[in-house]
């Protein structure tokens, strides 16, 4: 299969998310939500991530998410006092959905389309705290491309904050007969490429964009973070998954994966 330049890559998975949108509305989970976020302290983070945002602070900051899908992660940031907040992603379709949710919330972020590699002049310099969290590195076909772009939203002294699935993951397929099999290198240099629609659980079986998924390994992360003029004061791994529930059998293993980790960085 003939790979696409970095620009269409970004541009196909653009495709891909808007379409997604559609299979992640009128659902149950989509009609609670409508519901939950009426609520002033309303937050899906999980104990993990909201821990660490306590640690690194974000009452009183000035917050942006990048990659923010739906705007439900977003909005959750004012439960811990954030000042304001910015959500960003190049889906037009997933933030009518986060504008569709932020209409019910007595808080008032702002949502902004853009790709994270041209990130308009006015969200430079502007931040305290830069979100990312589960399900975004991986859409990114130059993480040092990415890490660079999303260091230049932030003042000096202020923070990354990353929550996302832990490398070693790629490796395995929760999907084949034996899923403990290694599957694929940890040092993959060309992208998982899914034709069916994006979604959470189970598969769609419907013709979509092709979406380009790829494999960033633990020292090209910190590497790229370190090269963006970001110093890291923080690196944990966890036993815990925070993606999707197929990838819950790798839970409580006696001989455990790590599965998902946080890592905080602060520009110089
Ligand atoms: C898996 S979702 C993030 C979900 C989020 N962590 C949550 O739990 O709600 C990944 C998001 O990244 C966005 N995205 C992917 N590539 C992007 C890019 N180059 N610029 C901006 N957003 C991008 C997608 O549109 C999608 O909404």
């Not at 963006?228 to 690196?235: K, M, P, S, V, Y």
């Amino acid at each position: 299969m003939e790979m696409p330049t970095k620009e269409n890559a970004i541009a196909s998975n653009r495709d891909a998310w808007n379409d997604s949108a559609r299979h992640h509305k009128d659902t149950p989970q989509w009609r609670a939500r409508l519901a939950e976020v009426i609520q002033p302290d309303f937050s899906c983070l999980d104990d993990t991530l909201t821990g660490l945002l306590h640690q690194v602070g974000v009452d009183g900051k000035d917050v942006v998410q990048l990659g923010c899908n739906n705007g439900r992660e977003s909005l959750s940031l004012f439960a811990l006092g954030a000042r304001s907040v910015v959500g960003v992603d190049q889906s037009e379709a997933f933030l009518d959905q986060a504008r569709e949710l932020a209409s019910r919330s007595p808080h008032a972020p702002e949502f902004i389309e853009a790709d994270i590699h041209h990130l308009p002049g006015a969200l430079q310099g502007r931040f305290d705290v830069a979100l990312i969290t589960i399900g975004v590195l991986n859409w990114m076909p130059d993480i040092a491309a990415f890490f660079h772009h999303v260091a230049q939203t932030l003042k000096p002294g202020g923070a990354l904050v990353v929550y996302e699935t832990h490398p070693f993951l790629e490796m395995f397929d929760p999907e084949t007969d034996d899923p403990y099999r290694l599957a694929s290198s940890y040092f993959r240099s060309e992208p998982f490429v899914q034709e069916q629609p994006i979604v959470y659980e189970g598969r769609v079986d419907q013709p979509a964009s092709p979406s380009y998924w790829f494999v960033h390994t633990l020292g090209a992360i910190f590497t790229s973070a370190l090269d963006a003029g970001l110093q890291i004061r923080h690196f944990k791994e966890y036993p815990h998954s925070n993606r999707e529930e197929l990838y819950d059998l790798y839970e409580q293993k006696k001989a455990q994966l790590p599965l998902c980790f946080t890592l905080v960085a602060v520009k110089r």
